[in-house]
């Protein structure tokens, strides 16, 4: 059975997505896809206090159009039944 590809799956609709507004990274992407954890740098200097390191988190940077297959409602079949479950139990 081949599968279909929900068109509507993309990082702009998906709950994983956060958008970021003037968030300093308009060179690589909108926003974040937080899906998993952050990313852990290596640790390196504070700017403010030199004499202290300092680790952080960073996650994948992307755009709203792009995709992947971790989306909630990827698969376009699975979208439908969904949809017809509410639909029966609304129903009732």
């Known amino acids: 059975m081949s599968r279909t590809k929900n068109p509507d799956a993309t990082c702009a609709t998906c709950a994983y997505f956060d958008r970021q507004e003037g968030g300093g990274i308009e060179e690589v992407g909108d926003g974040w ?3 998993r954890t952050a990313t852990i740098q290596d640790p390196g200097f504070c700017e403010k206090a030199p004499t202290m390191r ?5 996650w994948l940077a992307t755009i709203p159009e792009d995709w992947c297959g971790e989306h909630p409602e990827f698969w376009a079949d699975e979208v439908q039944v969904d949809k017809d479950v509410v639909h ?3 129903q009732r």
């Open 33 to 35: 896809c937080k899906r």
């Open 54 to 58: 300092t680790a952080y988190g960073i």
């Open 88 to 90: 029966n139990i609304v």
